[in-house]
């Protein structure tokens, strides 16, 4: 079992920003820089990518994301992403309890580092299925505090049901060639869509 998470950045993220990052998310992550950026072609985002075993997520989070996402569901009763974003003033007055603090931290060292690089910054967070490198992965775009942690909760609070998900993949023979791609549903639920390194057969499950 791999001990940390591991970020990665693009090339275009410059080296001490990178390490910037890694430093403000260790009092919530056990986190390592992998000390090298990724080549991207020059059309291509700018993108930060952490993955990692699913315990790595879950032991600092799960607690803080099950009750985050309870509150919210009590505050709006469709918890879809339209809705979510049309209550931001209610979801901000739920994480200024102390309860939330370790995602409001999470949220604001992507924030400081999109403020001191100011592009178009994709997040891309997973678990290490086939391997480190490539991973079954959820990335998304976003603009705020609420954003990164409404979507950073939903990839927790599934994390766990994935894994399991994708490991009997593997084991039935379906282990991904190269990325597995997960999407977030309006009920909180993920599709991933990979293809297999056998056939390279296109399978898609949801993870509920």
Same mark, same amino acid.
């Not at 075993?53 to 569901?73: D, G, M, N, R």
């Not at 403020?115 to 959820?138: A, H, M, R, S, W």
């Given at each position: ?9 693009? !090339?275009?993220?410059?080296?001490? =920003?990178?390490? $910037?990052?890694? &430093? ?11 000390? &090298?950026?990724?080549?991207? &072609? ?14 790595? +997520?879950? /032991? *600092? ?6 009750? %985050?996402? #309870?509150? @919210? &569901? $009590?505050?709006?009763?469709?918890? @879809?992403?339209?809705?979510? +974003? ?5 979801i901000l007055k739920i994480l200024k309890e102390a309860t939330f603090s370790p995602m409001r931290q999470i949220a604001q060292a992507f924030l400081k580092l999109k403020?001191? %690089? ?5 997040? /891309? ?7 480190? #490198? %490539?991973? /079954?992965? %959820? ?10 942690? +409404? #979507? ?14 994708? !490991?009997?993949? @593997?084991?039935?023979?379906? $282990? ?6 997960? /999407?977030? !549903? *309006?009920?909180?639920?993920? =599709? @991933?869509? +990979? ?10 499950? !949801?993870?509920?």
């Open positions: 079992m791999k001990t940390a998470l591991i970020l990665e950045t693009s !090339q275009d993220i410059p080296e001490e =920003i990178r390490k $910037k990052l890694t &430093s403000d998310l260790t009092p919530i992550f056990h986190i390592k820089d992998r000390e &090298s950026a990724i080549t991207k &072609s020059p059309d291509s985002p700018t993108f930060i990518q952490i993955i990692g075993e699913v315990a790595q +997520w879950i /032991t *600092p989070l799960k607690a803080t994301v099950i009750s %985050f996402l #309870y509150h @919210v &569901s $009590k505050q709006i009763a469709k918890r @879809v992403a339209d809705d979510i +974003w049309d209550h931001k003033a209610e403020k001191n %690089f100011p592009k178009k910054i994709e997040i /891309t967070v997973g678990l290490p299925i086939p391997d480190e #490198y %490539f991973g /079954t992965v %959820f990335t998304f775009k976003a603009n705020d505090e609420v954003e990164i942690i +409404w #979507y950073l909760a939903n990839f927790i609070n599934k994390v766990e049901e994935i894994d399991k998900a994708m !490991q009997l993949e @593997v084991k039935k023979g379906n $282990k991904p060639l190269g990325r597995a791609f997960l /999407t977030l !549903q *309006p009920n909180g639920s993920f =599709i @991933v869509r +990979w293809k297999d390194q056998k056939e390279m057969k296109k399978h898609e499950l !949801q993870i509920k």
